[in-house]
Structures are given as C-alpha cells and as structure tokens.
C-alpha cells in the first residue's frame, strides 16, 4: 500500500513502514529479538547477522524514509543506538585528516567532544553560530557544513537552502540536525540538505522511555557510508527500542500538534511578563528566527527558551510548577523544563529555562507556567 506523497503527514505517519499485509500476521510485526538468523550454506541477505541487519530496523527505516522523504524511494534511512551515534557516524565516517569541517558554535553540548575527536584525527574545525551569516563566510576549502535549525537550546534558526546552495557551489556536504523540527517541522533533504540527521530519543518517539537516532539521505554512496559505519561501530538499536520507536510514529502527528500549540501558547503567556526576558520560540511572530522559519519550517516545534532575572528564581519557578517535571531531554508527551544553565555546557545565562511543552490541556498548562512564576517571584 503506496502512503507516499499524496496523504497528509497523520495518513502517512499511521502508515509508515507498515508491511503489505499477511493474513494472520500483526499489522506491525513484533521485535525481531536475534543475534543471528539461519543461514545454510552460502551467505546471502537480508538477514544474517544482528550488528549488521535487522527486520525490525527495516520497518522503522522505511517509517522515517517516508517522513523525512515523502515521494523519494531512493530515500535510505539509517537507524542507530542514539542520536550521538548517528551525528558521530556521518562526522567520523566522512571526515579525512587534513578536512575541513564547520560545525554551529551554539549546537548541541556535546559536538564540542566530537570537535575534539575531530581535531585528534587531524580534521580542522571552524565552528560560527547558527544565526546571521557567519556560517556561509566559513564555507571557503570546507568538506561538509554542520547545521542545527532551530538550534538547541537558543532556537535560532539559519536558512538551510541558502546554505546549501553555498556549499555545493564550493564541493561541500551538507549535513542538517532535525532532532528538534522532527520530520513533520521540516524536512532538510528537500531544502537541499544531503543528510538528514536526529536524535528519535525527543520528538520523533515522544515517550521519554527510549533512545535512538537516524541519518536519511538520498545519495546511495552516502548511505553505504553510514551504513557500514554502524557495522564498524556497532551503535545499534535494540529491536526492542526499534519496535517501540516505530509504534510511536503513529502518533508523532497527534502529539506534535498538541506541543507545538502549547509551546506557542506558553510563549504568548510569558511575552512581556515581568521577569522574563530573552524569550525564544521560532512560532512567534515577534521571534528574531520567525521569517526564516516561516519559509522552511510546517512547524515550529515544542521547545521554548526564556530567561529569569537569576538562578534562584529559575530555581523557584521550576520546584513551583506542578505539570512541569524539572528534566533535561526534550519533545516529550509530559513537558518538562530545566535551569540549562546547571550542566555548564552552553553559553547561557544563570536564570535560562528551556522548556518543552507537552500534550497536557492548553489552558491547564498554561495556568502552571504562570502561577509558577508568580511563585517564583520573578521581577
Ligand atoms: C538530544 C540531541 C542529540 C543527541 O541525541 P541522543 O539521543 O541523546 O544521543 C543531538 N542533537 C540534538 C539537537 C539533540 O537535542
């Protein structure tokens, strides 16, 4: 059954990577929990060895394919154990001693460890934040370009076909973190990107309960490459957490609305109140990233940036929220907002909150944020 271009994102999602129906068999057929598969005689696909092929992970690839690609068979989705597996596998995959790559100096806390693991292969690295236009002026000899849009945890958000043409014009790869946009927000391989990568530990699974990642890009050579990757590495996923992530996509459209119409909702509370500056959220239309977004984005996602006046009213403000559980990670069905501040990682002020809204009642969780931070004090 073809659920390719001509549905909706709800359609596609509660179809995608659905196998063509077997009398008597599950609709979404169960984990497939081996290490090896019986293999008589000569070696031959698909299924041999667990590190190497798994059904379970077919499913899901094609679940994702269709998401992030709908309409491009040649689409390839390779899924790994995490989303730092799958942004490690197309860095440390591709990279040559004596390349050149940029990264976003305001991407996620941990690409400065792969920058150092870059940098002791002999890679150069070049790193210029994700808003303005410091990342086309850092193309020049650059061998693939790093994006983040919107970026974690200050939501800016950079424009990525502009960018992509850059790079290709200089014979540069370009590779985009989709974690926190999620394949319904936008989709990077049409905007010109040659990897799409994310973490499905966030929005795309929506449960808190697993950890996965993915790369899908159209370039056959390319996907060998992260391919074969894996095999060396051995980051899989468990069939397991392979089986839960593709139940879950049959709800990515539901819950993502419901999250991006809180967060907006929040954002629109928290404008202009007393207390709280900074405030980030590419949906609203006062936001520095909301032309930019506009034009790439079908959704704005489920995270919003704010800042205190200091760390004691963050403080204050997150033990007074009662719908709200104090976490890192984000695009949960429960929403949850940290003091980001505490893992000194990025570069941002004591009092910064991020928050990800979830799939609680609008107003309910609205009335939280702002009885939270009447409690807290914030002036
Ligand atoms: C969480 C995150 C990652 C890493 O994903 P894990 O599943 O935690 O390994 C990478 N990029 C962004 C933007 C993230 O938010």
Redesign the pocket.
């Known amino acids: 059954m073809s659920t390719r271009n001509t549905y909706g994102d709800g359609t596609r999602a509660v179809r995608a990577g659905i196998p063509e129906p077997v009398r008597n068999e599950p609709v979404l057929p169960g984990p497939a929990f081996a290490a090896h598969f019986h293999l008589p005689g000569e070696v031959a696909g698909p299924y041999t060895y667990g590190r190497d092929t798994n059904p379970t992970w077919t499913l899901l690839e094609r679940a994702i394919g269709e998401l992030e690609a709908p309409g491009h068979d040649d689409a390839d989705t390779v899924v790994f154990a995490?989303?730092?597996?799958?942004?490690s596998a197309v860095l440390l995959s591709g990279a040559r001693s004596g390349d050149t790559v940029v990264l976003p100096s305001d991407?996620?806390q941990?690409?400065p460890l792969l920058r150092e693991q870059l940098e002791a292969y002999g890679v150069r690295v070049r790193t210029a934040p994700t808003a303005g236009e410091a990342q086309l002026d850092a193309l020049d000899g650059a061998a693939l370009l790093w994006i983040?849009t919107p970026?974690?945890p200050g939501l800016d958000v950079c424009d990525v076909r502009r960018l992509a043409e850059a790079a290709h014009e200089r014979g540069c790869l370009v590779a985009v973190?989709n974690?926190?946009a999620t394949p319904l927000g936008q989709r990077p391989l049409e905007l010109g990107a040659d990897f799409s990568?994310?973490?499905?530990?966030?929005g795309l699974t929506g449960h808190g309960d697993l950890?996965?990642?993915y790369v899908t890009c159209r370039d056959p050579e390319l996907a060998a490459r992260v391919r074969r990757w894996r095999k060396v590495v051995g980051a899989i996923p468990g069939p397991m957490e392979a089986w839960l992530a593709h139940r879950s996509i049959a709800t990515i459209q539901l819950r993502l609305q419901r999250q991006w119409a809180n967060a907006l909702a929040v954002s629109e509370a928290l404008d202009g109140r007393d207390g709280v500056s900074g405030l980030r959220y590419p949906g609203l239309p006062s936001d520095p990233s909301h032309k930019v977004a506009a034009r790439q984005m079908w959704g704005y996602g489920g995270v919003v940036s704010f800042t205190l006046p200091d760390r004691a009213a963050a403080e204050r403000f997150l033990t007074a929220l009662r719908l709200v559980e104090d976490a890192t990670?984000?695009?949960g069905v429960r929403s949850t907002a940290e003091r980001r501040g505490r893992w000194g990682g990025d570069a941002v002020p004591e009092g910064f909150i991020r928050f990800s809204a979830g799939v609680e009642d609008t107003e309910d969780l609205v009335a939280d944020v702002l009885r939270a931070l009447d409690a807290a004090g914030a002036r």
Do not use: Q
């Open positions: 995490s989303g730092m597996a799958a942004v991407g996620y941990a690409l983040e970026s974690n973190d974690t926190l990568v994310a973490s499905g530990t966030k950890l996965l990642g990670s984000f695009g």
